[in-house]
Every structure is written in structure tokens, then in C-alpha cells.
């Protein structure tokens, strides 16, 4: 007759079991949450089929398989959490290759709310940013760059108080720059730039982490706004902006500042000219009538560009240019300068200036001697009043005719 196991010992050994496979890691509940599950298959669902090439990342989403446990070639493009309880597995990133896919992206891109980057760059996405990507609290990175978006920046995007980086250039987004943008205090990189959007800026002081902000190649007009003293590059270049550059005066952190092809007018101030860690300064094809530089023999900013080309400075050619110790490319062609090349251009030409172009403008009398001299630098003095022999290669082209050299040009 078999023993039977006394019933103590029977559930002192149950009892043990059980609290071994309580404190065991559940690996039946960790898949992956059902609605992400289903939020991708909307994505996928939402491309043509025809632009998913059998190397893409879209192709390697089997459905057959769980998303966040797939391994090898399957569910390219994705990233999940690795939960340390029985809770279910999500997405948090969505990166997918540069393939050209054509197509929307789906509202229940919303329902990932766990997800902290989405990169769709350089495919055919379009139709509108869908509105429920306010409901993604957690993203930090957002690049929708080189699509076919149109319509607004959803109005909703100020929930996104996590959002480091957005970047949805080279798309065919319009409307207007939501007031309510500088509640994203933790942006440091936004790029808006060859979209149609249009309107006047607001103050943007909030994004005070802001160090990138490119809004170039758009609509928007008006005076410059208050902007983040954190900034280091600016690219407000081809919009309609008007007024002054009073508002730059005070961003010490700027190195790079691109407001060319604006309606910018008035003065390019000292305090402009004067920001130490300008490297580069274009502000080129406005309607600026005055170019104020100081003597900078001392520790000068450290600018080494500046294109001020196509505006209406007036006046002889600033002498101070030649103390700023890191200038290399100056350009200061099609403007209406009077007077003689002064001679301490002469030694620059045949040292540090590398670029050099003045052409366009009413210059007169003879060159500094070492403008003849064997020299590297590129340029031009075309269409001036110089004596420009045409054996210097800054001559070549030729100077404006008698009659243009006369009356209001004539150098005082």
C-alpha cells in the first residue's frame, strides 16, 4: 500500500513553490502592451505597400510574433522596455529608415505613451501632424523632417514638457508659430525651417535652454522677438522680418547668426559687431544704410565671416575691419561705399583675409600696393571707379562707366 505524504510536509512544500515562483521573474505576462501592439500595425497599416521594399524596416514587422520580444531581423526600427515585474512591455522609440515611405501617420501614433524618440526623416509622409501626438508626455526627441506634411504645428505640442529636440524641416507645414511654444522649457534644438509658415513671432525668453533655433527659408514677418539668452545659433535667413537687430544685442552665448534676404533696416550696430563669440555673421540682402565697427586692437569678438552684401551701407569702407584678428571672408559687394580701399586693407589681403569682395559699389582712387602683389585670395573689385589694373586678379570685370562715377557717388 502506497505511503501517503503527510499533509504538513505536503504544504510545507506548496507553500515553498509558491514563494519561489512569486519572487521568479514572470516572463508569461511581458509582451507587449496590446494597444501599442495594435498602434503599430496602425502605422504600418496607414503606408502604401508599394513604397515597403522588401529591405525596409516596415517589412521585417511580422504580426505573428510579439513586437517587443522579437529577435534578429524582426521589428526593425523599434525599441521597448524591459519591465522587471509582470507588466506588460512598451514602445519607446520609433526610429524607421529613409526609404520613402509613402503615406499618414496614423492618430494612434497617440497611443504610444511611453515613447521617447520618433525619427520618420527623409520619406513621403503627409497630411496633417496628427493632434494626439500631445498625448506622448514623454518624448524628448520628435524629427518628422523631409516629408510632405502640411497644415499647423498641432496646438497641443506645449504638453510636451520633456521635448529636447523637434525638427520638422523641409516639410510644407503653414500657419503660425503657437504663442504657447515656450512652454517646451527643456527644448534646446528647434529646426522649422523650408515650411510655409508665416505670421509674427512671439517672445520666445521661455525656451531658455534654446540653443538652435532655425526658422529660415518661411513667411513669418514682423519685428525679431525676445529671444533666449542661451542661444548659440540663429537662422532667421529668407523671411520677411523688419525693424531692427536691437533685440540680438544682449545673446553673448551666439556664435553663428544667419539674418540675410529680410527686411531688416537701420544700423549693424557696434553692439551687433561686438558679440564676442560670433563666428559667423550674415546679414546680407536687407535694407541696412550703416556698417558701425570699432577699433578692436585689444581681445576682439572672434568673428572670422561677415557677408553684409546687398544692402544700402553708405560711406567709406570701415578702417576697423582690420582689427578683428580672426576675420577671414569679408563681403561687402553691392552696396553704395564711396571713397578709396583704405590702405590697411593692403596687408590683410596678403596675410589673414582670404575672401574679399567688394565689388558693386562706388569705390574710387588707386589699390593698396599689395592688392598687386602674388596672392591666394579670392574676390572682386568689379564695378567700382578704381584704377584696377587688369593684371590683379581681384579686377577681373570691369568698372562702372564715367557717368556712374559722378554727382551723388563722388566720395566727399
Known sequence: MARVMPTKVFFLLYSTLTIILCLM???????TLEADTQALLEIKLAIDPNSVSPSSYLNSWDFTVDPCESTGSQFLGILCNLPLDNS????TALDLDSIGYDGFLTPSIGNLTELTMINLDKNKFRGPIPQTISNLRKLTRLTLSDNFFTG???LGISALKNLQHIDVSFNRLSGSLPSNISALRSLTFMSLSNNAFSGR????TGLWQLQTLDLSINQ????IPNLPIS???IYFNHNILSGHLTPLKGLK?????DVSDNRLSGAISKDIMSLKGVVHLNVSYNRFTTLEVINYSLEGPMLQVLEAQGNHLKGHLPVNLVTLQNLTNV???NNEFTGIIPNEYGAKVITSWRRLYLDHNFLQGKLPQEFGLKTNIRGSLANNCLQCPPNIVLCHGAQRPATECVGNHQAP
Open 88 to 91: 506588460s512591455s512598451r514602445v
Open 253 to 257: 552665448r551666439l556664435k553663428w547668426l
Open 201 to 204: 513671432l512671439p517672445d520666445l
Open 231 to 233: 542661444l548659440r545659433k
Open 25 to 31: 521573474p514572470s516572463q508569461m505576462n511581458s509582451s
Open 152 to 154: 499647423p504645428i498641432p
Open 220 to 223: 513669418f514677418y514682423g519685428d
Open 331 to 333: 563681403n561687402l559687394a
